[in-house]
Every structure is written in C-alpha cells, then in structure tokens.
C-alpha cells in the first residue's frame, strides 16, 4: 500500500488532475457547446486524456530519475526514487507507461482518420526525456521548453478536436479556437513564471550540479525582476479584456446582445484574477527565503487554475 502510495507521489498526481480539470473544461464547457460537430466523442475525449496523462507521469517519472542528485540537495526530505521506490522500478515504470499512451494515441489517431496526429504524442515524450536529460539544468531553454509543452497539451485538444473536421470555417468555431490559443498562451507565460521561480527555489542544488539556469547566471534580484516583468504580460492582457467588458457593459444595442465573458460575474472573475497577479507581484519583490519562493510558484499554479475557471464560469453564465 505504501508503494502504491508513494507511486501517486511520484507522478505528481496534484498536476495531473490539473491537467484532468484543464482538459475537462475546455472539452466539456468550450468545444462541446459552442463547436458544431466536434470530431472526438466523450469516450475518444477520454482516450486523448488517458494518452495524455500517461505521458505526462511517465515525464515526471524519468524527471526523477535523472534529477536524483540535485533532489538530494534540494528535497531530500520528499525524495522518491532509491529511498521508496527503486530506480529499476521506475525506470520500467516509464517505458510501460510511454508504451501506454504511445498506444492509445495512436488508436485514437486511426479512429479519427489522422494517424500522422500520434506523433504530437511521440514529440511529448522525446520532449519531456530530452527536457529531463539535458535541458532542465540549461539556461532558459528547459523554462520555454516546459511552458511550451503545458500549452501545446491544450492546443492539442484543439487539433483532435476542431481542426481535424476542418470546423475552422464557421465563425463560431473561430472564436472558440481563438479563446483556446489565448488560454495557451496564458498557461504559456503562468507557466514560464513558475518554472523560474522553482529554480530560484532550487539554486542551491542546482549550483552544486553546475546547472546554468537563469538564477545562476543571472542572481537571484535579476531573475526576480525578470519574472515581475513577465507577470505584467498577463495583467495587461487581462487589462485589455477588461475595457473590451466595460465598453459592452455601458453600450445600448438596439437587439439584445449576449457575449461570452461579459457580465457582472465575470467581471468580477476577471478582477479577482488580476487582484492575485498583483499580489503575485508583492510576494516576488519580498521573496528572500526558499520557503518564499516554493509559495510563489504555487501560487503561479493557482492563478493558472482561477484563470481556467473563467470557461466553465461563463458557460453556465451564458447558457
């Protein structure tokens, strides 16, 4: 039982029903009501969601596995593998687990008619490998390789589900295609932030290793700099949505207009989440210790999950 336990640990199993909700929500509350014929039936969605987090744990898996000596230094007290799990274990653990979701891509793409679609799955698993071996010690590069990663996993759905019918063409779609690409770009930037932020958790490790992040190469004060710089892309962005809500909101339409995200709730969602960037913003500027920088990466991680909320919010708002 307390292997089982542990192995739960071990795939980060808080991220993955991250991904679950994410995933869930763009499906069930974006792409189901708004897109006429979606290409994947609830239990194909579920296949593209099991492939999905297969890959994923198996990622976080062989992240360990090769992170072993810097979590000695870092986490000793939450480390894994050699200490709960072996290191044989969980390496076969990995391939059983790529084979999985390789699989199950691969039938969904046959389903689907698109075979050629199992290869984003492929490119996942040589990212998160490559990532684990090479590029999570680099400078930056392993920061934009995760970020990217985390929206290509929504935008995928958005592959699977609308562009493989060539829904594009109704106007409709369109906008629900664009409200996907904003989603990734906003879990793109969250994301980056957060994966600065736990390097600047992790530095002492890292230094130890020879790691090249941008803490190292960069101090701790820059890279702070750099990430509340970063954090001003999404409050502006959240800004500008704002102006297009209140411009609505005070206009006279001589016919009842309804638009998605433009109401009272949702205005008050979109302050609230502009209200945690600022106060994501205070807490980086007194960040000193590694406790405060663990806090300010998770709370990057509850500002992508406020953010996400916004589409079952205005779904049942606008239904």
């Not at 409200?179 to 992790?202: A, H, P, V």
């Not at 500008?240 to 998605?260: A, D, I, K, M, R």
């Amino acid at each position: 039982m307390n292997k089982i336990i542990h192995f739960i640990k071990l795939v980060r199993y808080k991220n993955l029903v991250i991904i679950i909700l994410v995933q869930s929500a763009t499906k069930f509350f974006l792409i189901n009501p708004y897109v006429k014929d979606p290409t994947l039936s609830n239990l194909e969605f579920i296949i593209f969601l099991f492939s999905l987090l297969t890959i994923v744990a198996g990622g976080y898996i062989i992240n360990d596995i090769y992170d072993i000596e810097n979590d000695k230094i870092n986490k000793p007290e939450k480390r894994i593998i050699d200490l709960k799990i072996s290191k044989s274990f969980a390496l076969k653990t990995y391939y059983i687990l790529n084979f999985i979701g390789m699989s199950s891509s691969f039938y969904l793409s046959f389903i689907i008619n698109k075979i050629w679609y199992c290869l984003i799955f492929l490119f996942f698993i040589y990212s998160l490998w490559k990532y684990s071996k090479n590029y999570k010690s680099s400078f930056i590069l392993g920061n934009l390789q995760v970020a990217f990663l985390t929206s290509l996993s929504i935008f995928t759905l958005a592959i699977y589900d609308i562009v493989s019918k060539g829904n594009l063409i109704s106007n409709g779609t369109k906008m629900v295609f664009i409200i996907i690409i904003i989603y990734c770009g906003f879990s793109f930037i969250t994301t980056l932030m957060r994966e600065i932020l736990k390097d600047i958790e992790d530095i002492e490790g890292d230094r130890r290793n020879d790691a090249n992040t941008l803490a190292i190469k960069y101090d701790i004060n820059k890279t702070k700099k750099i990430v509340s710089l970063l954090t001003w892309i999404p409050i502006v962005g959240i800004g500008y949505f704002q102006y297009f809500q209140y411009s609505v909101l005070n206009t006279e339409f001589s016919v009842p207009l309804s638009y998605w995200g433009v109401n009272i709730y949702s205005v008050s969602h979109m302050f609230v989440l502009q209200l945690l960037l600022f106060f994501l913003l205070y807490k980086i500027y007194f960040a000193k210790s590694k406790s405060d920088f663990h806090y300010t990466s998770a709370l990057c991680k509850i500002i992508m999950l406020v953010g996400i909320l916004a589409i079952p919010l205005n779904y049942f708002l606008h239904i």
